[in-house]
């Protein structure tokens, strides 16, 4: 499989081979082998090297929120039909973007409401998991169309907290 992500606002080429329940390839010029397993809906556990991540994904499968325990960092999986329009705004589709629960935890705060603009990387939802809390970002700049978490509620890993759209 080979594919193009952004992480970061940098476009980077992903190439991997499915081999049993490992990957191996290439993430830009460096070899990777990762270990990847299915955690429940929307949410995957993988293993590269000594590290440890716990991933989470939208429905369409098209944004990947990777969890590195301090801060949470959106993958998106571009699609090889609108790269050549990405800087003349042609094909920028927007469309609802869901956020979801990389982990089991608290929601300790919700810093924004249904109706309101905002911008990508901005904190939506303050999530408490392993007495840590963690800032759960917009994946994309838009209006927030759904909220389904108050504070003090319990979430488990995959559960909608938001969307975006």
Same mark, same amino acid.
């Given at each position: ?24 390839? &290439?993430? %830009? =010029? $460096? ?6 397993? #299915?955690? @429940?809906?929307?949410? /995957? *556990?993988? &293993?590269? %090297? =000594? $590290? ?6 939208? #429905?369409? @499968?098209?944004?990947? /929120? *990777? ?99």
């Amino acid at each position: 499989m080979s594919l193009e992500v952004r992480i970061g606002g940098r476009n980077r080429r992903v190439d991997l081979r499915r081999d049993g329940d490992r990957y191996r390839g &290439r993430v %830009g =010029k $460096r070899s990777v082998e990762a270990e990847v397993t #299915e955690r @429940g809906p929307y949410s /995957l *556990l993988i &293993r590269l %090297g =000594k $590290r440890t991540f716990d991933v989470t994904f939208d #429905e369409a @499968g098209t944004t990947l /929120l *990777l969890d590195l325990g301090s801060r949470q960092v959106a993958v998106e999986i571009m699609d090889p039909l609108k790269g050549a329009a990405e800087g003349t705004g042609i094909g920028m589709g927007r469309g609802r973007r869901e956020v979801r629960a990389s982990m089991p935890g608290k929601v300790v705060a919700v810093k924004v409401k249904v109706g309101d603009e905002v911008d990508k990387g901005q904190g939506l939802i303050i999530l408490e998991a392993m007495k840590m809390e963690n800032e759960v970002a917009s994946p994309c700049q838009g209006k927030v169309v759904e909220l389904e978490v108050t504070p003090g509620q319990t979430v488990e890993t995959g559960s909608l907290l938001a969307a975006v759209e």
